[in-house]
Every structure is written in structure tokens, then in C-alpha cells.
């Protein structure tokens, strides 16, 4: 593992290390001396002997003992030079601080070059650069600017500063929890977010991963590491630059490319991440998956000693599909036992002032509750923790009893309680014990129920996950010579695109049922084929020339006589003349016209940091207008596929509507998986586009296909 | 004003007094005290002498000073008696704290009914029952269980004590805002949410009014009242209850209605209401609108020293609607002047370190872009604050006067700033300051973008609002002789549905344009009607006992020719006969086939809490599985009706879609109007629903009517 090296290094060097106190060199080693760094330290700078009462040397090759990693405060113009130095001297790795590199456009991006190349060439492996720093809170090896971030199991990953600076603020003021390891990934010029991945995967000391990303440079590495993360490990993401001026924003920012944000969250959230969008909600849920079993079965109780905040509650956690099911008679039975006939004992519980002389019962109604095996998790919210301070201060202790059974119970029942308590910013000892029992208090409800939902979200996904399709097929490997040879005509005829009827011949070669179009070649030929088809029959014109076949008069569709085809060959023919007289016409495809049936459309196209995508939506206004799409990165498995189409809000549709029969759902998804394949079997295809696909009750009808190579590589 | 009497009473009696301290009856006399209510205060006891020093009476109707409120803290059986005390002291208003009335159930409505008439006969308003009481704070009238509330210029009104609490804790921990009034409005048996509103609109003492609503009795009455109060004092209001189980958990609770969502979020918001759906957001939506200018023009600015801050503000910001227009040129090259290199000027502006050594750059940045005319306000995010805590101390005093000097210019330019600071809860002196100028401060992003939000929500609604449509109309009276006629006759029949054709002759009364149907009741005259028809025909049955007539095989389409018509008349009478052989047959309609178009729907009802209302949304798909519609309570105006058709997800189908052409959008405004205008004057219709009307390029033609009438009063 070349990063445990660099992470977990046992020296470090700090060039462009300074006696000045407003210098990110001389804070450095301060910081490490101040949190006692466990290793060796050597401060580098020519014009100095001693810094901080530790030896100074010239360069980092003058260093007579091993060094692990460099810190490199000064310019990004010095660092090339220190690279080559650092690699005499066999470092392993260089946080890269200074901005100024591909962040700031075409120069800068040509410096970041030149700095990766050189520390590939010396073996050194880069952090950054236009990064914060890293921090190992294990042996103290802090190399960022920032003090006193709470020890824990979470492992951070942004590509803010100030994002670190809130998170670990808000970890240290509200909760027990802290931080394993703390990357600021900067610009991935060398070492990328999939590759702190894996680490962080493997490290036994990280229980989760927290992570702020403005844009990635390989995404779908990511993705294939987080597929495997995510089955032991939470991996907690927040991606900002969604809206056009974020995206500007991130520009100027980091430099990072930021994606498209609707396939970048579907293709996260089907890795099993836990996309946030709030930033007040990241550190939470990083504290309550990290703290806490994920609930399997979506159902939870609320408990709550005021109706208000119940009400609430139950609005958010639907809002988030968590279920609140009617707790079991039994269950309600009991808690009647123990509280006042005022009390609403469904769920949400309220107790209805049950609690005020006495919040142990708050324990008691948890346990009762927690027993219930409809229920796999509990949300409390109220006054818990200000009774105390509220009504009479002995009832403070009594709280802190409760505290302790709670917490207690969380183990036993394997069952996860969150707290909202208005008490929280008072700080009351109560409060603080049902955290040491990881069990995580929020002033805010808000934020107390979207953490309940998370863990719904991961206990769901890891329920529902079933060994994901593998990155690499070996599907249609029979018919891919065929297809290859379609391709390689294309190209010898210098064309980029295929024509109709060769893109429905590869779908063909594949096993996806596009009509077949018959070339015809006079109108013999035509009518001679429509004589064959069964209803009536179309006919397109067919000229590398023309891609817009039906805006210059090339489509004839409803053919049912001998001579309507006879004069639908001859129209097209003209029509195709009159707007180009040097179009290559290759002859008119004739074939039958679709049944009725729902229209879809299927697209696939390379993403930035994806890689090969595909989306798929019911056709016409609800793909147009309404946007209602779905995407996911490629390959897909049947699984996926069959998820792709039942996300849509449209999908009701295609399940018959308003007593219409239903569609061949089976055929949709199949022919997703079928694109899957082409795509993975043709790395030549730029994008697909299958539009419209008529879905029939039984089967559907490819009607047009359009694919688009890459560009020929000079 | 009768209220006045009552929120601003000058004496009170308490009711149920008592020497135990855990009682409510100790409690309120003990808060009175402490807060040094300017009234006098009299204990009702008969079985103690005095109680805290203060003499005790048995009765209210033997204080021989006047009263004019009183608190109840007895169980509800004893309140009607008490109120016919109060009666005989000419009381002016009660506050009843006891729960078990129409919250519930049936039993508990009956003793709910029995206290308002009680309070009524003896001219006694009511607050509640089932509340947590309420406050004045300015001459510390505190019948609430809530100790030392903030005083200030914000009036809260809410359905949770809790929520109360939560609201009053935040005020006191995080602003320097407190509350003018706090009314816990409970059941709603007597005063209404309205009336409040109606005393804080008038109360030179509130800036704002923040509401947490449960369901409220009299939705339409409570609008008419935002109305008039939003133009000059924000209304910024919670709704739970909006999920199954959240409606469940009202019930419960405060036994209110818990409206449709929907049309509730539409209706509040359609009168100036700022709708929060998240706790954490209400109170300080509260803040920033009770203390700043609204924004008019949308743009806003970001100031922040990190970018990963300015990046998720962005996004934010833009999910809210708002404007981040780049600076002007002047504006850019000023802040060039000031800030490193490194630092992005074009919005958000990213200081980039420019501040570390300085934090006064942040005032004056503020000021350079508080200057440029696009931008409207502006939010500052990130660390100020927590200079002087992070780099050095005197860092802290520069901030200060930072502090002063943004202060000063918020009132100079009239243009708002909100600050995110990572470091709010670290209390600095300098963020207490911006707070004392009226500057909220946030230690959460998520919410400070908020805040700037509904500055410019508010504000965007001040600007386009034109005098509202009245609630009373006088339309269409000239038709109504005519229509009531048509509902005279149904009612006769003994019926509560009209038929389709007189549904249609009701809304040509008032010139909306249905197709007119012919009664036909010979095939003879079928064919005779037909023949005049320039078109295809349609043949529907006409029978007050078949409503669903396509069903039954009543309907017959597309006929064009004589033996068509024949054949389709008999047919129909046959389906019909065969359906039910004693069915009430008319004959059967005649209509011409309506021309292509785009489908739309309209539909009236009855809101249990906002009375009628209105649904528009295009017909089929979009309507019954998107759920794309909008909603208003009616009457509407022209401009509320063109809002309606406009906020549809689906209104670019018909501006034209694809290169079709656009269809009669004024045709549809002017038919939403006029069924507008057709509820308000029959008070009698329960339902109506235009479905399908189909829109063309000129014109629209309604193909189906029915109109559903309030069952007659027995």
C-alpha cells in the first residue's frame, strides 16, 4: 500500500520552514510540536540554523536520516526544482500547499503538469497541490494549519479548507466524535480521492468517510471503490457546484471539473454513498452512521413530550421515506401502563406531560418501544436533557439515570436512538453521557431526523444490495466481430456517424429487437418489400448526408398500396436532390411501421468524470419538458436497469394507466442491459440514441437509432 | 378593538391558585411576580387565604376591582361553570389551559361547544382552550409557563408550547430579537387565528408575526387578513401535518383540521406568507425579516474568505430562486485593488486569504459591492468572527470595528447583509455587534442562505403585488336569473348532480365556451342534429342515473355519416337499457367532435378550511400520475389565474412545444376566471369539474362539465 507510507509517515520534512509566526512554515512545526508529533521532524531552509530549537538543513537531500514525506510551503514556481531534489533523496510523498496551479487556467495547468510528471519520474507520490495539508491523528502528524480536531473513527476527505475548519469545529462543540486522518485532496494533480479511498477502506482505525468534493478527475475509479467501501464502511459526500454559478465558483476554486450534478448523485447513491446536500447536515450523519447500526426495515417510532415537535417530526421522516408504522397493541398497551390517559401511544408517542415530574420514564417508553419488532429504530425528541434545568434541579439526575439505561439498550436491542433535545446548547451532563453510548443529541429536529433517514438509507441499500454487475463484461463477445466490421466501414468512408440502419444492425447483432429496414434501391425494390410487411410500412431516406431525414421530406410513414409506396420512394428520392444534389444517396429503407405502444428514449454518452453513462425516460414532453429521466453510470446489471425504470415518476405509466394495459416492462429493461453491452463491447461509441423505442404489451419496436463514433485519434 | 382588552389586560385572575409549587396555579402567579406584571393580580382559591402575599378569593365574581382576564388552570369539566362566574364580573377574556376538549374526539368537542356557548352568552372571549397561555411583553402580562422570553418587535403565534419554547430558547441563545406577544391559540374554540393577526397588524409594537400552525378553523378568513398585513408586516409561518402521520399526530394533539398541503402552501404564500418548511429555518426567517429591507431586484452577492463556503452558497442560493449576478466592471476592478491576486471578484468573491492579516478588507469589500446597483443585498460566509480567535488577538478589536463599520452601512445603502461565521457559537464581541445593527448572524450556511432567501421572496412579492381581487364579487349577475333556474330544476328532480348539457348551459350562461349539445330523442333527430355538424359527431346518453357514461358503452365518436349516427343512437339507448332497465332516459346529447388541442383540466371544490377552491392542471398523465397542478382559493383574479397556468411544470407544452404551434393560453386564463366568477355566484355548486377542455390555437372547447350541488339542508 504505497499511501501508508505517506499517511502514516514517521519523518517529515518542511521546506520553506521560518522563525516568522505568520508563515505556514513556521506554523507547521509548531503545530507538530505542539500536538507532539510522534516522528522526526526536519525544518529546510538555507538561511536558517535552528528553527524552534530543531536543526536546520539547506535541501531536503542534505537530511542524513530517512524522510517520509515533505510539506512544501514556498511558491508553486519553487516546486518542480524541490521535486527533483526530494527524489535524491527517496521521499515518498509531498503535500503540495501553494495554489497558483491548474485552478488558476491554461499556465497554471501546464506548472501542475510539470510537477506531476516530475515526481512520477522521482517516485514521489503528491497531495495537493492548492491543498490545506493532511493530518494523521494517530501519530499526530498534523501538516495542516488547524489545531485541536478531535480524535475518532472518521476519516475526512475535502477539497475545502473551510469545510474541514466547520466540520471539525462542529465534531469538537457537538459531539464526542473525531477524525482518524484529515486529506485536503486539492487538485488531484497526482494522487486521487479513489486512492485515499482504498486506504481509508482498509484502515481498521476509520469507521467512516466524510467527504466535501467540488469535482472529481476520476470518478468512475471512485466509484468502483466505493461500491466496495460502502459494504462495510459509510461513505458520507456532500458535491457542491450544482447550479451554474457554483460550477463558476468551484472553477476559480479548485479547478476541479464539476460534473453534471443529476448523474453524479444517482451514480453515488447507487454505490451505496449517503449524498448530503445540506452542509448541516454532514457532520451528523457521518456521527450517526459511524455511531450507530443502520435500520433495515425503513420503520421507526417517534417519542416525544410535546405534540409540535412530534408533528414535525413525523412531516420530515415521511418526507425522507422513513416509515412511522402504529406501534403493535402490545406495545401500546404498555406504554398506556406508564403513561397519563392524555398520552397518544400510536406512534409518534407523546407523552403528554407523562415525563415532567419523572424523565426516566422517557427510558422506559424507549425500552417498551425498542421491544416492538416492527420497529427498527427510535427518534426522541423534546426537552430531554432540560428537565433538569426547567423544572427542578434533582430531576437532572434522574435524566442522567435515563441516560445511562438508553444508552445501555442501544447495545442490547442492536436497535439506534437520536435525540433532538432543545437543551442541547445548555450542555447539560445527561446530554453528554447518551453521546459517550453513541448515541447522538441535535438542538436541531431537522437535523436529528435526517439523520434517523440516513441511517434508513444505509440500512436499505445494504438490505437491498446484491453483488453489482462488474466493471468489465464479456458479454456479446460472438457478435462483436460483425459489429466491427460495421464500424471499420464507417470509418473507411471517413464518417463518424452510422447510418440508421447500420446502427440497427449492431442492436440486432446484439439481440435487441430493432425493426429490420430493407435498403431499396428503386422503387421496385420498395414495393416489392412493402408487399411482405404485414400493416402498413415506412419508408426513410438513407444518404450519410442527411441526418435529418424527416425536416427535408426524407420520411413517409402509413404506406398501405402498391403505388402510395411506388410515389413515397419517389418523393423521398426528390426531395433528397433538391436539398443536397451531391448527397450520396444510398436508396430508401423500407420497413414496417410500429404498433401503438408508450414511447421511451435511451441515450448513452461519454461523461467527464464518468465515463460511458445511460440515460433512459418515457419519451416526448416527459423527457422534454419535464425532465423526468433517469441515469446511471456503465455497465448496468439487470438490477439496475430495472431501478433506472422505476425511478421515474412516469413509470405508472408504462405499468398501464387508468386501465390501459400495462407495458413490456421486461423488454425496457433488457434493452437497457442490451445498450449496457453494446457500449462495453464498442469503446468506439461516442453516444447512442435509440428514440423513440415504442413499447408494445408485448415487446417493443426500435424506430430510429443513431450512434456517433469518437473522433479518429490523429 | 375587542382583543386589546384582553392581550393587554390590566388585571387577572387566576383560577385554580394554589400553594403547591409543582401546580400551574402557583407557577403563573409566581412568573407574574417575577416579572413584575405593571397589572394587578388576584388568586381564586376558596380554600386558601393568600398565596405568594397576594389575597385570595373564592370566586372571580367576588374581586371587587375590575378584571378583565382570567386564567384557568382547573380540569376542563369545571370551565363552564367558571365562565358563568366570569360572566357576572363582565370579565373581558379567558385564557383555558386545560386540555381534554375537541382534541379529543367526540366527547370532548361536546364540552368544547358547550364552553364557547357558555363564553359567548356571557361575552367572554376565549384563548384556547388546550393552550400553554400567553404573553405581553411589554407590560409583562406572562400567563405562560415560559420564563424570561426576550422582549421585542416579532408576535408569536402557535399551536405547541413547545414550539414556543423551541422559538424563545433560539431568540434568546442566537439573536438579539425577542417578542412583542406570544399567543399559544390551542383549539380555536372562540378567537381565531385571524383575530390575532387582525390585532397584530394594527399593534404598533410588532414588526413581524411568526406563526406554527397546526390547522386552522377559518383558513379563508385568516387570508383575507394576510392580505392586508403582509404589505406591511412579514408574516413568516410553519405548517405541519403535511404527511399522513404528521395529520395523525395533529389530531392528537391540538384536534385541528390538518389541511391538504398543497393547497394550503399555495394559498399562504399567494398572500405575501413566507412558508418555512424547516424548524431550523423559522425563527430566523423571522429575524432577518423583522430586522432588514427586503431585496427587490433577486441579486444578491457572495462575500467569503474560502471557497468551498462561496461554492455551497451558490448552489443554495440559486435552489431558492435568488440572483448572483456577476459585479460590474468598476465593481470587479475595486476589489482587484484591494485583494491579493488570487481572490475571484466576479460573484461570489472569494478573498483568498486577503483577509488573514486584516479582517477590515471584509467592510471594506462589503462596501464596494453594497455600491454596485444589480446587487441587492448581500451574505457574507465563513470566519469573521473568528479572527481574533484564530490568528492573533488584536485581530479581534480590528474585527469590531469591521463590525461598526458594515453596521452603519447597512442603513446607509438600505441594503440588507446577512453573515454565516464558523465561529457564532464561540459568542465573539464583534458578531454581538453586527447583531446590535441588525445584522443577523448564523452559525449554520444552510440557514444564513436561507435568510437572504426570503428577503428576496418577500420582496419580489411586494414588488409585483397589485391590488388584490376582493373576496366579494359581483360578476355575472346578469347570467344567474337564468342559472339558477337550472339548479332549481335539478334540486326538483330530487337531484344533486346536474347533467352534462346543463352543466355546459350554465357556463355558456356566463360565456365560457362549451360545445352546445342537442337533445336528441329519436335517432331521426339524432341525424337531423347531426347534419349541421361541420365535422365528425359525438353521441353521448343523457340520464340523470348514468354518471359514467363512456363506461356503459353511452358514448359513441368520430361519426360522420348518417347510418353512423343511426346506428349509434340506437346502440346507445340499447348499452343504456341493458346497464339498468329503469334508468331515467333523456335521449342522447349531440355535439360536434372537439378539434385537436392541448388537454386541460379545471376543477372546483370545497376546502374544509379555506372554503372553494380551484385546480388547473394539462389533462391525462401529467395531471394523475406527475401531479403537476396548481392550486388557488378562489375568487381569483386575472393575474392570480395567469400565475396559475404559469407555475405548472408542464406550462411549456402549452407555450408551443417543439415547433408547434402555441395554444390560447388567454383562453384558458379567461376560462379559470370565469369559473371563478360561475362558484361565486352558486353558492349551491359543491364541486365542478371541466375535463377535458382542449386548448387550441385560438379558442378552447369544454368537452365535459359536471356539476356536483351541497346536499340540500335538511
Same mark, same amino acid.
Given at each position: ?400 439515570? !435515563?441516560?445511562? /439505561?438508553? %444508552?445501555?439498550? @442501544?447495545? =442490547?436491542?442492536?436497535? #439506534?436512538? &437520536? *435525540? +433532538? ?108 418489400? !412493402?408487399?411482405? /410487411?404485414? %400493416?402498413?410500412? @415506412?419508408? =426513410?431516406?438513407?444518404? #450519410?448526408? &442527411? *441526418? +435529418? ?166
Amino acid at each position: 500500500m504505497a499511501l501508508k507510507k505517506i499517511l502514516d509517515a514517521e519523518s517529515v520534512a518542511i521546506v520553506g520552514a521560518s522563525k516568522n509566526e505568520t508563515k505556514r512554515g513556521f506554523q507547521a512545526i509548531r503545530t507538530l510540536l505542539d500536538e507532539k508529533f510522534e516522528g522526526k521532524i526536519f525544518p529546510v531552509n538555507p538561511k536558517e540554523d535552528r528553527i524552534l530549537g530543531l536543526k536546520c538543513y539547506d535541501k531536503v537531500s542534505d537530511i542524513n536520516e530517512p524522510v517520509d514525506i515533505v510539506l512544501i510551503t514556498t511558491p508553486a514556481k519553487t516546486v518542480p526544482d524541490i521535486l527533483e531534489d526530494c527524489g535524491k533523496k527517496g521521499v515518498y510523498g509531498a503535500v503540495i500547499v501553494a495554489g497558483g496551479f491548474g485552478e488558476l487556467g491554461r499556465e497554471g495547468k501546464k506548472l501542475e503538469d510539470n510537477v506531476a510528471e516530475t515526481a512520477r519520474k522521482n517516485n514521489i507520490r503528491i497531495i495537493g497541490p492548492n491543498t490545506s495539508g493532511m493530518i494523521n491523528l494517530k501519530n499526530s502528524l498534523n501538516l495542516a494549519g488547524l489545531h485541536g480536531a478531535p480524535k475518532g473513527d472518521i476519516a475526512l476527505l475535502t477539497q475545502s479548507g473551510n469545510m474541514a475548519l466547520t466540520l471539525i469545529t462542529e465534531a469538537k462543540i457537538k459531539s464526542r466524535k473525531g477524525f482518524s486522518y484529515y486529506v485536503g485532496v486539492g487538485n488531484e494533480a497526482d494522487i486521487k480521492f479513489h486512492e485515499y479511498l482504498e486506504f481509508f477502506q482498509q484502515d481498521p482505525d476509520t469507521r467512516a468517510i466524510l467527504m466535501y468534493v467540488e469535482g472529481m478527475r476520476e470518478g468512475r475509479k471512485f466509484l468502483q471503490w466505493a461500491y466496495k467501501t460502502t459494504l462495510n464502511k459509510p461513505i458520507i459526500l456532500l458535491k457542491s457546484g450544482r447550479s451554474t454559478t457554483g460550477k463558476k465558483s468551484v472553477g476559480s476554486h479548485t479547478g476541479a471539473l464539476a460534473g453534471i450534478s443529476e448523474v453524479a448523485k444517482s451514480a453515488f447513491e447507487r454505490a451505496g454513498i449517503i449524498v448530503i446536500e445540506k452542509s448541516d447536515e454532514l457532520f451528523p450523519a457521518a456521527e450517526a452512521l459511524s455511531s450507530l447500526p443502520p435500520i433495515k426495515n425503513k420503520s421507526v417510532a417517534i417519542l416525544a413530550d410535546g405534540g409540535g415537535h412530534a408533528t414535525i417530526a413525523a412531516d420530515l421522516l415521511t418526507d425522507l421515506g422513513v416509515q412511522i408504522p402504529e406501534l403493535s397493541e402490545k406495545t401500546q398497551a404498555r406504554l398506556k401502563g406508564i403513561l397519563p390517559p392524555a398520552a397518544s401511544v400510536v406512534n409518534p408517542v407523546d407523552v403528554a406531560g407523562g415525563t415532567d415530574s419523572d424523565p426516566a420514564v422517557f427510558a422506559e417508553c424507549a425500552r417498551i418501544v425498542l421491544k416492538d419488532h416492527n420497529i427498527g429504530g427510535l427518534l426522541i425528541g423534546g426537552l430531554f436533557g432540560g428537565y433538569g434545568i426547567r423544572f427542578s434541579e434533582t430531576l437532572a439526575l434522574i435524566e442522567e439515570d !435515563a441516560s445511562h /439505561i438508553m %444508552g445501555k439498550m @442501544v447495545k =442490547k436491542y442492536g436497535k #439506534p436512538i &437520536i *435525540l +433532538h433535545s432543545l437543551f442541547s446548547s445548555v450542555k447539560p451532563h445527561s446530554l453528554d453521557l447518551l453521546r459517550y453510548y453513541n448515541i447522538p443529541v441535535y438542538d436541531s429536529l431537522d437535523v436529528a431526523c435526517k439523520c434517523i433517514g440516513v441511517l434508513v438509507q444505509y440500512g436499505n441499500y445494504l438490505k437491498s444490495y446484491h453483488a453489482k454487475a462488474r466493471f468489465v463484461f464479456n458479454w456479446g463477445a460472438k457478435a462483436k466481430p460483425e459489429g466491427i466490421k460495421i464500424f471499420k466501414k464507417a470509418r473507411a468512408e471517413g464518417r463518424n456517424v452510422l447510418l440508421e440502419y447500420e446502427g440497427k444492425e449492431i442492436l440486432n447483432l446484439h439481440g435487441a429487437p430493432a425493426c429490420e429496414d430493407c435498403l431499396a434501391k428503386t422503387a421496385e425494390e420498395a414495393v416489392n418489400t !412493402a408487399k411482405n /410487411i404485414d %400493416g402498413d410500412a @415506412v419508408l =426513410k431516406i438513407v444518404s #450519410p448526408d &442527411i *441526418l +435529418h431525414k424527416s425536416d427535408i421530406g426524407g420520411v413517409r410513414v402509413k404506406l398501405n398500396t402498391e403505388s402510395e409506396v411506388r410515389s413515397a420512394f419517389e418523393e423521398i428520392i426528390q426531395n433528397a436532390r433538391r436539398f443536397d444534389e451531391d448527397a450520396d444517396i444510398r436508396g430508401v429503407a423500407v420497413s414496417p411501421m410500429a404498433k401503438e405502444g408508450i414511447e421511451v428514449i435511451i441515450g448513452t454518452k461519454m461523461d467527464d468524470q464518468f465515463g460511458p453513462i445511460i440515460m433512459y425516460g418515457l419519451g416526448g414532453i416527459l423527457v422534454e419538458v419535464l425532465k423526468d429521466v433517469s441515469f446511471s453510470v456503465l455497465p448496468i446489471s439487470w438490477a439496475a436497469a430495472r431501478k433506472m425504470v422505476e425511478e421515474t415518476k412516469s413509470h405508472p405509466i408504462l405499468k398501464g394507466f387508468r386501465g390501459s394495459a400495462p407495458s413490456d416492462e421486461r423488454a425496457v429493461i433488457g434493452l437497457l442491459v442490451k445498450c449496457s453491452e453494446i457500449i462495453e463491447a464498442y469503446p468506439e461509441i461516442q453516444e447512442m440514441d435509440l428514440n423513440p423505442v415504442i413499447v408494445h404489451e408485448k415487446g417493443l419496436t426500435i424506430v430510429d437509432v443513431r450512434i456517433i463514433m469518437k473522433p479518429e485519434r490523429g
